[in-house]
């Protein structure tokens, strides 16, 4: 090869070491799992360490993995420091790398079913089933997750009530109608302990297996 050659080589060599960042950040199941959280909401290290089971450090140590890959940003408020998501593209990017394990790892689904082991057993309604039956005032849609989270925003007439919550709460909902509940997405298992909860005490019952990225990439618009 002559030299102007190998400079080609190596200058492609570069463009492809440049997106091997990418793929070393999200080789780690542990980093996956903060991501999931991010689409949710911007949190500190501490609320993310809790919310993935991990130290503090070690949350840490996986979110500059995260940010030298440009994949999540720091936001400072007073005292407090957020890590976010650095762009939309991001959630998409998670949600694209998901749904090529569901297609190609036929383990994913068995690994899903033997966590959401009662996934089967739940009646499963569509977004624009779920629309319908608000339209018509014949279902309330509750968000199970952490209020923080439906803060950052949430399903349209949503109404909150955590997980945490629920069991205080029961008397704010209403018997006659069909509580359709979500939470994260359909790797989250919140809404599916609320609906067994629901469902023991005499409610009609479904689930919503979309959260807030899966219904904005659906094209239906958030509430803030």
Same mark, same amino acid.
């Given at each position: ?7 080609? !080589? ?30 949710? *909401? ?56 998901? *749904? ?9 689904? !068995? ?29 309330? =849609? =509750? ?40 939470? !994260? ?40």
């Amino acid at each position: 090869m002559t030299t102007q050659s190998n400079g080609k !080589r190596a200058q492609k060599e570069r463009i492809y070491e440049l997106f091997a960042q990418i793929g070393n950040a999200l080789s780690n199941p542990h980093r996956l799992e903060l991501l999931d959280l991010l689409v949710q *909401a911007p949190r500190t290290v501490e609320d993310l360490a809790n919310e993935a089971y991990l130290s503090v450090a070690n949350a840490s140590a996986h979110l500059q993995k995260l940010r030298q890959a440009h994949l999540v940003t720091v936001e400072r408020s007073g005292q407090f420091v957020r890590y976010r998501l650095a762009d939309p593209a991001v959630a998409q990017l998670w949600m694209h790398l998901r *749904a090529l394990g569901e297609k190609q790892l036929a383990e994913v689904e !068995r690994a899903r079913d033997a966590y959401r082991s009662r996934r089967a057993d739940l009646r499963r309604i569509t977004p624009e089933e779920l629309l319908d039956h608000l339209r018509a005032g014949r279902a309330l =849609l =509750l968000d199970v997750r952490p209020a923080l989270e439906y803060q950052a925003g949430h399903l349209p007439g949503a109404v909150s009530i955590p997980l945490t919550e629920l069991r205080e709460r029961l008397a704010e909902l209403p018997q006659d109608r069909l509580i359709v509940a979500y939470c !994260r997405g359909p790797y989250c298992i919140y809404a599916d302990q609320a609906l067994e909860l629901l469902a023991a005490r005499g409610y009609q019952v479904a689930r919503l297996e979309e959260g807030v990225a899966e219904w904005r990439a659906g094209g239906y618009p958030l509430e803030l």
